[in-house]
């Protein structure tokens, strides 16, 4: 049987598509390829639209899903093609969708968690078994549906026995803590905020996507009393597991708050507001850490927020007790971890092996995740 498998990721920061191709058949997962495609600025608004409520909701999110797999299959044509690789050598495709609503525990007692994807059309068009919907068995089974990541880290960190903190900065942060005691082997959660406001502030004032290697925001002066008021949201004080999302840390939440802020005739710039959103990151992800695992050796960060020059000194300063450094640094770039961790999941899924962490999660038991889409 192959152990070559691909898997494509799309976060919560709606920069784009990350896929490798990834052979889990020696001693250690290798990656034998990475592309990257970013989403077209109409795909990206209609997801970022479909965050919140609106008309003919189902209209537009089933024609998104269309678009993403499209836009995966490039990603995956491109893998193929670097490698001189056909589809049958390719085992399965784990491919995450969009997350366009997260929403566990709520209303019923169940809430749920929304992935758009079309994972068929992808098969369709790749020719290759796709494996898809990781997140809903675990909310099903009373879990938060996230991070699902950890159990990957500790099959490709903790065989190194340290104690590390691997953190992910996508447009939500999360992060697992590895050998943090001997009763918990392995912890998880979501920090909160990763890029997500960074970013939409950063578009609507200077027009970037997100704001490179946090250059803008090194120019202004962070507010301590609005970033006091940001760190007042319960979430950041809930006890894990606890995930969160764009239904929470949005642009609207962020507008409330500066709404507040602006009615006591507070002066300040636009790139004061990007300092402190980029403080408000790194401060709700170090006191993540220190509340969890305060003699922690290393931090190893990855995601898009491990290209911020801006945000990795303040998680530096504030961690003076840590090693941070980028998940390079311990042989996976950062843009391929959370590719690479679905590509690990859907291996697990293909084997029918449980592949989430109750402890993580908060659900009532360990759950094979994910659907089988046959090509």
């Given at each position: 049987m192959s152990e070559l498998f691909i898997g494509l990721m799309s976060g919560t920061s709606l920069d784009g598509v990350d896929g490798v191709l990834v052979d889990f058949g020696g001693d250690a997962p290798k990656v034998l390829a990475h592309e990257t495609l970013g989403f077209p600025d109409t795909l990206r608004a209609n997801f970022l639209a479909l965050n919140t409520s609106g008309p003919d909701e189902i209209h537009r999110g089933a024609l998104a899903a269309n678009g993403l797999a499209r836009?995966?299959?490039?990603?995956?044509?491109?893998?193929?093609?670097?490698?001189?690789?056909?589809?049958?050598?390719?085992?399965?495709?784990?491919?995450?969708?969009?997350?366009?609503?997260?929403?566990?525990?709520?209303?019923?007692?169940?809430?749920?968690?929304?992935?758009?994807?079309?994972?068929?059309?992808?098969?369709?068009?790749?020719?290759?078994?796709?494996?898809?919907?990781?997140?809903s068995r675990d909310v099903a089974a009373g879990g938060q549906g996230a991070p699902l990541v950890p159990p990957f880290h500790q099959?490709?960190?903790?065989?190194r026995g340290e104690r590390l903190a691997v953190l992910n900065i996508g447009g939500i942060s999360n992060v697992t803590?590895?050998?943090?005691?001997?009763?918990?082997?392995?912890?998880?959660?979501?920090?909160?905020?990763?890029?997500a406001l960074m970013d939409a502030w950063c578009h609507r004032h200077i027009g970037q996507h997100f704001d490179v290697d946090g250059a803008w925001s090194a120019s202004g002066t962070v507010l301590p009393e609005l970033l006091n008021r940001l760190l007042q949201e319960p979430f950041l004080q809930k006890s894990?597991?606890?995930?969160?999302?764009?239904?929470?840390f949005n642009i609207a939440w962020l507008e409330g708050h500066l709404s507040a802020w602006r009615a006591t005739g507070k002066d300040f710039t636009p790139a004061d507001i990007q300092a402190t959103l980029t403080e408000f990151t790194a401060r709700t992800c170090a006191d993540a850490l220190q509340r969890n695992m305060a003699a922690c050796p290393v931090v190893a960060v990855c995601g898009g927020g491990a290209y911020n020059g801006s945000l990795m000194r303040r998680l530096q300063a504030l961690?003076?007790?840590?090693?941070?450094?980028?998940?390079?640094?311990?042989?996976l770039p950062p843009l391929q971890v959370e590719a690479t961790a679905f590509a690990w999941l859907a291996r697990q899924t293909s084997l029918h092996r449980p592949s989430s962490l109750p402890k993580v999660t908060g659900a009532q038991g360990a759950r094979i995740l994910g659907a089988i889409y046959p090509a």
């Open positions: 836009l995966y299959a490039k990603v995956v044509d491109g893998l193929l093609h670097s490698t001189g690789l056909t589809a049958n050598a390719v085992q399965a495709i784990g491919a995450h969708g969009q997350t366009v609503r997260h929403r566990p525990g709520e209303f019923d007692g169940v809430g749920y968690t929304t992935q758009l994807n079309q994972p068929a059309l992808l098969a369709e068009l790749c020719g290759i078994n796709v494996v898809a919907d990781f997140r099959a490709f960190f903790s065989p803590l590895l050998n943090a005691t001997p009763e918990a082997p392995v912890l998880g959660f979501d920090c909160g905020p990763g890029n894990p597991p606890k995930s969160t999302g764009r239904d929470l961690l003076p007790g840590c090693g941070v450094q980028s998940s390079a640094s311990l042989s």
